[in-house]
């Protein structure tokens, strides 16, 4: 089994650090307001790793654009992309990327939809350092 993207999940949380919070929400992958673009933390993930994964127009519903995420012109979801960006199991992509309404092992608060940028990338941090200690921790 191939270990996760630490480096690769470091640099996003490094990046989240600089996003001012109003450019940022934690319950939409990516989408256009009046002040500009905000995104999540998979939503970012095209202008950290713009060779890798890319940020696509898709739809517009109740007056908001909608985008897709995309690897190799693949529409993916918030957790594919985590799973293939970082090599993180399906449940260890949804847990990092989405507010889950539990404490996690490696955080100590409840990271909610209304999450900070430097929120999510402290739990990005204190998720790759717990990892190092639980390698096989939900692998599936």
Known sequence: MKEIRSGRLLRLAAYLDKIPPRKFDFSSVWRPTECGSVGCAIGYTPKVFPNLIKRKRCD????????????????????????KL???????????????????????????????????????????????????????
């Open 86 to 140: 970082f090599n993180l199991s399906s449940s260890e992509s949804e847990c990092l990327f989405s507010s889950f309404q539990t404490v996690m092992p490696w955080n100590t608060k409840i990271v909610t939809e209304d999450a900070t940028p430097k929120e999510v990338a402290e739990s990005i941090r204190n998720f790759v350092k717990w990892r190092r200690n639980n390698p096989e921790w939900m692998r599936y």
């Open 60 to 83: 517009t519903y109740q007056n908001r654009i909608y985008y897709h995420i995309c690897i190799d012109n693949e529409v993916i979801d918030f957790v594919t992309a985590g799973m």
